[in-house]
């Protein structure tokens, strides 16, 4: 009898699988990263054939850890950067591009011209989106209108489109099954929030051909089983789908409209359960599809921060402060504060509630005392100021104050960014057991898929906490340390 989920939570730097068993205890977890590549200032790229390999070596070192076989996965579920693109060839299944990811910058231009002629509204209002660079349906464009006879091949029906899941679901099933879910599909500009179908309109507004795209599933059932595959069997339901941050919002079981929660990834991603009518923004932060669990959707308001673990890589790789990044917490902890140095992490713009993508980081402030552990504090500053703008907006839009904030993600386990979110939010802080809760939200995704859970109360009653974080900064040492933060964002 099969004994485990198998979650692939593909990511922005790297890709992992994770066996779960039925008590959602991890059984083994196996990562591999994949090259970036950056052709330009402002442009990322990824190879989608590397993020197949890539996940593949994560299958196969996850069940070897285990012991187990693929004859042991019950079902698959899947977890996405959302946004990043890739368009390829029906029949040999190989990209005609690069896939052009989140962050990538390329289409600013034509983002910032839709503006101009008047569309902003209009799109806002169906897709509960910015007209950003940030998402897929303009990458989608730019790949048809570069790569040379692509957009007379897509109408013709030859080429697909579609974001990660949509990728590893082809690769999965050997090209039996061209799909994405609600929530991915809420981030391309192209589906209508309201209805979950993708919008004529805004197809023609955006220039991208019918015949290229996926069909639109919910997120919790068999979509196909993996078909050709080395490394698993034939006949694995592919059971669960979710972009990472709604999946993240799953796995933290924040099922009830009010509930948040913060990831922190390459990026910080707050997310707000807010039912099942999709609440519109007046405070710059984007309405998404959630889930949806049979006929009925979820939505969420999100705010997004481009920049936050990148921030302490870009230390770590671009100015050799440490050799690993989990030593930014112990030099940031070496000194009291930041020395009045401020760094605003707008490596790639600025997203939610600035929403602009020229922004540059700034690093302000500096004397000639300043040393590396100022800035390695205020870089850390820096990622949980972000995420303050961001929940403040939440906050206005809700007209209500956050109780509380679920945080997960890599930089989660670092204890001295937790209690600085928690003092300049001014509200706790709980952070599970299970901090790979992207991960953990596909595999439940999928188990509700399968029947393996009842209901969503079976899932709350199984999330549990590892710690908690409660404000202790004075009010005047929070003003001041706000009123630096307003001071370096007006530098950017």
Known sequence: MSRYLLALDQGTTGSTAILLDRSLAVV??????????????????????????????????????????????????????????????????????????????????????????????????????????????????????????????AEAGELAFGTIDTWLTWWL????????????????LLMDLATGAWDDALLELFDVPRAVLPSIVGNAEVVGHTRGLGVLPDGIPIAGMAGDQQSAL??????????????????????????????????????????????????????????????????????????????????????????????????????????????????????????????????????????????TAMEQDLGAPLKMLRVDGGAAANNLLMQYQSDVLDVPISRPHMLETTALGAALLAGLGIGWFDDLQAIRDAWREERAFTPSMADEDRDAALARWQQGLQRV
């Open 28 to 153: 083994a977890k196996a990562n591999h990263e994949f090259a970036q590549i950056y052709p330009q200032p402002g442009h990322v790229e990824h190879d989608p054939k590397a993020i197949l390999v890539s996940v593949e070596a994560a299958i196969r070192d996850a069940l070897t850890k285990a012991g187990a076989t693929g004859a042991d996965v019950a079902a698959i579920g899947i977890t996405n950067q959302r946004e990043t693109t890739v368009v390829w060839d029906r029949a040999t299944s190989t990209p005609i591009f690069n896939a052009i990811v989140w962050q990538c910058r390329r289409t600013t231009a034509t983002c910032r011209a839709l503006k101009d002629a008047g569309h902003e509204d209009a799109v806002r209002a169906k897709t509960g989106l910015v007209l950003d660079p940030y998402f897929s349906g303009t990458k989608c464009a730019w790949i048809l209108d570069h790569v040379d006879g692509a957009r007379a091949r």
């Open 173 to 188: 099933t050997s090209g039996d099954v061209h799909v994405t879910d609600v929530s991915n599909a809420s981030r391309t």
């Open 250 to 391: 799953f796995g933290q079981a924040c099922f009830e409209p009010g509930e948040a929660k913060c990831t922190y990834g390459t990026g910080a991603f707050l997310l707000m359960n807010v039912g099942t009518t999709p609440t519109p923004s007046t405070n710059g932060l984007l309405t998404t599809a959630a889930w949806r669990l049979g006929d009925t959707t979820t939505y969420a308001l999100e705010g997004s921060a481009f920049i936050a673990g990148a921030i302490v890589q870009w230390l770590r790789d671009g100015l050799g402060f440490f050799g690993s990044a989990s030593e930014v917490e112990a030099l940031a902890a070496s000194v009291p504060d930041t020395g009045g140095v401020v760094l605003v992490p707008a490596l790639a713009g600025l997203g939610a509630p600035h929403w602009d993508p020229e922004a540059r980081g700034v690093l302000w402030g500096i004397t000639r005392g300043t040393t590396r552990a100022h800035v390695a504090r205020a870089a850390l500053e820096g990622i949980a100021l972000q995420n303050r703008d961001i929940l």
